[in-house]
T-cell receptor, first 110, second 112 residues
Framework: SQQGEEDPQALSIQEGENATMNCSYK?????LQWYRQNSGRGLVHLIL???NEREKHSGRLRVTLDTSKKSSSLLITASRAADTASYFC??????????WGAGTKLIIKP | DADVTQTPRNRITKTGKRIMLECSQT?????MYWYRQDPGLGLRLIYY???????NKGEISDGYSVSRQAQAKFSLSLESAIPNQTALYFC???????????FGPGTRLTVL
């Protein structure tokens, strides 16, 4: 069973706007990770946030984690056409397993 | 060259056939994973291996088997393929002590 649930399932915005995706999960975690998948290709790791962290930045990406609400958000600022992809959150409750959400499909319109 | 490679990239087969998907990595990682992805869904773990002598079942191992031939090679077999095994299959690796996983390009398998 999948632990993470992304919201929204799909998001379409204009280039240059910010995109926000949310992830909720059910059990305690060691960390939460975000990955990007371009059109049926392999997933690429974007950012990892540990359970004792609240916010993390990487370039145009900002991730927040609220363990009390069991939720995380991924913000992509100043979106570009190349950001069009599906974005997945994955929670790590143990030292080996990643549990994946169903993803948010992001479309950036030129 | 890609760090994690998968062969074949696409495969169409018939019900009842035995199929092997192969994964190789040059990252030097000790941990390897096999996932499947169905349309509109996230990844589900089939098997994982922490080293050559350590193989473990994941969430959906029924109908699948694996072999870790070397630290760099991890193959997934479908002994008798069935149509509901039609999916995109991914191999991934990670380094013990680090939580990030690195994915291959995927194998698109269709079972008719």
């Amino acid at each position: 069973s999948q632990q993470g649930e992304e919201d929204p399932q799909a998001l379409s915005i204009q280039e240059g706007e910010n995109a926000t995706m949310n992830c909720s999960y059910k059990t305690s975690i060691n960390n939460l990770q975000w990955y990007r998948q371009n059109s049926g290709r392999g997933l690429v790791h974007l950012i990892l946030i540990r359970s004792n962290e609240r916010e993390k930045h990487s370039g145009r990406l900002r991730v927040t984690l609220d363990t009390s609400k069991k939720s995380s958000s991924l913000l992509i600022t100043a979106s570009r056409a190349a950001d069009t992809a599906s974005y997945f959150c994955a929670t790590q409750p143990s030292n080996y397993q990643l549990i994946w959400g169903a993803g948010t499909k992001l479309i950036i319109k030129p | 060259d890609a760090d994690v490679t998968q062969t074949p990239r696409n495969r169409i087969t018939k019900t009842g056939k035995r199929i092997m998907l192969e994964c190789s990595q040059t990252k030097g990682h000790d941990r390897m994973y096999w996932y499947r992805q169905d349309p509109g869904l996230g990844l589900r773990l089939i098997y994982y291996s922490f080293d050559v002598k350590d193989i473990n079942k994941g969430e959906i191992s029924d109908g699948y088997s694996v072999s870790r031939q070397a630290q760099a090679k991890f193959s997934l077999s479908l002994e008798s393929a069935i149509p509901n095994q039609t999916a995109l299959y991914f191999c991934a690796t990670s380094d013990s002590g680090r939580d990030t996983q690195y994915f291959g390009p995927g194998t698109r398998l269709t079972v008719l």
